[in-house]
Protein backbone atom coordinates (compact mmCIF):
# COMPACT_ATOMS: atom_id res chain seq x y z
CA UNK A 1 0.00 0.00 0.00
CA UNK A 2 1.29 3.60 -1.14
CA UNK A 3 -0.07 6.54 -0.69
CA UNK A 4 0.48 9.94 -2.26
CA UNK A 5 0.02 13.43 -1.44
CA UNK A 6 0.25 16.60 -3.65
CA UNK A 7 1.16 19.87 -2.88
CA UNK A 8 2.62 23.06 -4.33
CA UNK A 9 -0.39 24.55 -6.56
CA UNK A 10 -1.67 27.62 -6.90
CA UNK A 11 -2.66 30.96 -8.39
CA UNK A 12 0.01 32.37 -10.45
CA UNK A 13 0.35 34.60 -13.92
CA UNK A 14 1.57 33.23 -17.17
CA UNK A 15 5.66 33.33 -17.38
CA UNK A 16 5.87 32.15 -13.61
CA UNK A 17 7.10 29.27 -12.14
CA UNK A 18 5.71 27.07 -9.82
CA UNK A 19 7.16 23.68 -7.96
CA UNK A 20 4.28 21.13 -7.05
CA UNK A 21 5.42 18.49 -4.69
CA UNK A 22 4.24 14.53 -3.94
CA UNK A 23 5.37 12.94 -1.15
CA UNK A 24 4.88 9.29 -0.95
CA UNK A 25 4.56 6.89 2.46
CA UNK A 26 4.05 2.80 2.64
CA UNK A 27 5.53 0.45 1.24
CA UNK A 28 8.64 0.93 -0.85
CA UNK A 29 9.94 -0.40 -4.58
CA UNK A 30 13.17 -1.42 -5.57
CA UNK A 31 11.73 -0.91 -9.75
CA UNK A 32 9.05 1.89 -9.98
CA UNK A 33 7.66 4.64 -12.04
CA UNK A 34 6.29 8.46 -10.99
CA UNK A 35 4.29 10.20 -13.46
CA UNK A 36 2.52 13.46 -13.25
CA UNK A 37 -1.11 13.73 -15.14
CA UNK A 38 -3.40 16.49 -15.59
CA UNK A 39 -6.67 17.07 -16.01
CA UNK A 40 -8.83 20.29 -17.06
CA UNK A 41 -12.58 20.42 -16.70
CA UNK A 42 -14.18 18.42 -19.33
CA UNK A 43 -11.38 17.14 -20.96
CA UNK A 44 -9.49 13.93 -20.43
CA UNK A 45 -6.44 12.65 -18.15
CA UNK A 46 -3.32 13.80 -20.24
CA UNK A 47 0.54 12.78 -19.29
CA UNK A 48 2.47 15.38 -18.13
CA UNK A 49 5.92 13.47 -16.89
CA UNK A 50 7.20 10.79 -15.46
CA UNK A 51 10.30 9.00 -14.48
CA UNK A 52 11.46 5.63 -14.04
CA UNK A 53 14.01 4.43 -10.74
CA UNK A 54 15.97 1.36 -11.71
CA UNK A 55 19.84 1.39 -11.60
CA UNK A 56 19.58 4.69 -13.08
CA UNK A 57 16.88 7.04 -13.77
CA UNK A 58 14.99 7.62 -17.63
CA UNK A 59 12.94 10.53 -17.65
CA UNK A 60 9.43 11.00 -19.94
CA UNK A 61 7.99 14.23 -20.88
CA UNK A 62 4.83 15.16 -23.07
CA UNK A 63 5.93 17.35 -25.67
CA UNK A 64 4.04 20.63 -24.94
CA UNK A 65 5.73 21.30 -21.46
CA UNK A 66 9.91 19.72 -23.07
CA UNK A 67 12.12 22.40 -21.63
CA UNK A 68 9.47 24.12 -19.67
CA UNK A 69 8.97 21.21 -16.73
CA UNK A 70 11.19 18.94 -15.30
CA UNK A 71 10.69 15.67 -12.96
CA UNK A 72 13.09 14.73 -10.25
CA UNK A 73 13.48 13.44 -7.00
CA UNK A 74 14.50 13.46 -2.97
CA UNK A 75 14.81 9.54 -1.96
CA UNK A 76 15.65 10.69 1.68
CA UNK A 77 12.22 12.41 1.82
CA UNK A 78 10.44 10.04 -0.24
CA UNK A 79 9.06 12.70 -2.20
CA UNK A 80 8.82 13.59 -6.07
CA UNK A 81 8.51 17.11 -7.77
CA UNK A 82 7.79 18.53 -11.14
CA UNK A 83 9.34 22.17 -11.23
CA UNK A 84 7.21 24.21 -14.25
CA UNK A 85 8.35 27.34 -15.85
CA UNK A 86 7.30 29.45 -17.81
CA UNK A 87 3.31 28.36 -17.15
CA UNK A 88 0.55 29.20 -19.65
CA UNK A 89 -2.65 29.63 -19.27
CA UNK A 90 -3.31 25.98 -21.16
CA UNK A 91 -1.76 24.55 -18.19
CA UNK A 92 -4.35 25.14 -16.05
CA UNK A 93 -5.68 21.81 -14.52
CA UNK A 94 -5.84 19.57 -11.57
CA UNK A 95 -2.46 17.77 -11.30
CA UNK A 96 -1.87 14.32 -10.03
CA UNK A 97 1.08 12.46 -9.23
CA UNK A 98 0.98 8.25 -9.43
CA UNK A 99 2.98 5.23 -8.99
CA UNK A 100 3.17 2.11 -11.21
CA UNK A 101 4.84 -1.17 -9.78
CA UNK A 102 5.97 -2.91 -12.73
CA UNK A 103 5.91 -6.03 -10.46
CA UNK A 104 9.04 -7.00 -12.49
CA UNK A 105 7.19 -6.82 -15.89
CA UNK A 106 7.18 -3.73 -18.25
CA UNK A 107 6.64 -0.15 -17.60
CA UNK A 108 3.49 1.51 -19.80
CA UNK A 109 4.90 5.57 -18.68
CA UNK A 110 1.82 7.01 -20.50
CA UNK A 111 -0.83 5.17 -19.76
CA UNK A 112 -2.75 6.40 -16.78
CA UNK A 113 -4.68 2.85 -15.81
CA UNK A 114 -1.21 0.87 -15.57
CA UNK A 115 -0.48 2.94 -12.63
CA UNK A 116 -1.88 1.87 -9.23
CA UNK A 117 -1.40 4.05 -6.67
CA UNK A 118 -2.84 8.13 -6.89
CA UNK A 119 -2.94 10.83 -5.11
CA UNK A 120 -5.74 13.39 -4.64
CA UNK A 121 -4.67 16.23 -6.45
CA UNK A 122 -3.73 19.58 -6.48
CA UNK A 123 -4.78 23.24 -8.07
CA UNK A 124 -2.61 24.69 -10.60
CA UNK A 125 -4.83 27.95 -12.24
CA UNK A 126 -2.50 30.43 -14.62
CA UNK A 127 -4.00 33.59 -15.57
CA UNK A 128 -3.19 35.46 -18.61
Known amino acids: QVQLVESGGGLVQAGDSLRLSCAAS????????VGWFRQAPGKEREFVAAIIRWRSDSTYYEDSVKGRFTISTDNAKNTVYLQMNSLKPEDTAVYYCAVQDPDGGLILVRSPGSYHYWGQGTQVTVSS
Open 26 to 33: GRTFSRYA
